[in-house]
């Protein structure tokens, strides 16, 4: 099998604001990284939230998240270290593995719990919230585990090493694909000296993290640091993202999708359109009704 090659494309997009992210502890005390915040969701829409936790330290993770609810949009963690284990109120159960992802469409409200299976060792790992549209909103809920062996790979000529976690590059889909939201979820292992270029639809927002070395974007070759977010500019003459790595190789998530551009009201786990629509979830939640 040839070995793929970049898709050609039109004017590369550049940085528009570069977010260093907020530590902070969610669930029973895990220590992490909120790189999206809620400031942002409008901008990056139909995204919600980003965290990255990374430790070696159990005092940080052990604990992990304990039962707890959502309603009105998907969560999607990926494993790069370590695992987690899954439980539902919906009968669900599985282990997350390293490479692995988990997929889960919360819809009309479900509760789960997410616990570390490890006493010690490095945890690392992301989870994204993505948001439904307001017809979804209700649906069924669904979990899916997709283990690390069932997530497409492949490499470029310049020996770019890609996971499609969803949507698809270079005529490879990704293991999930999704109507109205479109996301597109690539771990891209860039070498020393390489390039990643591909064409994105105009109207997609997008933005990528670095976990490993350092990023050059765009036609100026703006610098983004590890551990930084960087969100794309969204125009309609500049229809690619280009991302390159310097002296050293890099390692980083990247993320877009179609917006939903529909209004947003968020009470914690609860992500709705209207505040009373929050409000009938609490009660539903509160009432047993998830």
């Known amino acids: 099998m040839d070995t793929p090659v970049a898709t050609q494309t039109s004017t590369p997009r550049e940085v528009e604001r570069i977010v260093n992210g907020m530590p902070t502890s969610d669930g029973a005390g895990v220590r992490l990284l909120r790189v999206l915040t809620q400031d942002l969701q409008r901008r990056l829409d139909p995204f919600l939230m980003l965290d990255y936790f990374h430790s070696d ?9 304990p039962d707890h609810p959502h309603r009105g ?39 789960h719990s997410e ?47 890609i996971k499609v976690i ?12 999704k109507p109205d939201t479109e996301p597109l979820y690539l771990d891209l292992h860039i070498p020393a000296g390489g390039r990643f270029e591909h064409a994105l639809p105009a109207d997609f927002n997008a933005f990528f993290y670095v976990y490993e070395g350092e990023a050059l974007v765009g036609g100026r070759g703006q610098p ?46 609860f992500v709705m359109n209207t505040r009373e629509e929050v409000e009938q979830a609490v009660m539903d939640f509160r009432a047993g009704r998830f």
Do not use: C
């Open 57 to 65: 330290n159990p005092d940080d993770y052990i604990a992990g998240f």
């Open 73 to 111: 949009f998907e969560t999607v963690t990926y494993m790069l270290n370590g695992r987690m284990r899954h439980r539902d109120n919906a009968g669900n159960e599985g282990l997350l593995t390293a490479g692995g992802v988990q997929w889960m469409t919360a819809g009309r409200g479900i509760v």
């Open 115 to 161: 616990i570390p299976e490890q006493e010690d060792g490095m945890m690392q790992g992301f989870q994204l919230w993505v948001n439904l549209p307001g017809k979804n909103k209700m649906t069924d809920p669904g979990y899916r585990d997709i283990p690390a062996a069932d997530i497409p790979e492949l490499t470029t000529e310049q020996g770019v090493h």
């Open 166 to 177: 969803a949507g698809e590059v270079l005529g490879v889909k990704g293991a999930v694909q």
């Open 224 to 269: 983004v640091k590890t551990k930084q977010m960087a969100v794309l500019e969204t125009r309609a003459e500049k229809g690619a993202v280009s991302i390159a790595a310097g002296g050293q190789a890099l390692r980083v998530l990247l993320i877009a999708g179609r917006p939903l551009h529909e209004s947003i009201a968020q009470w914690g786990p």
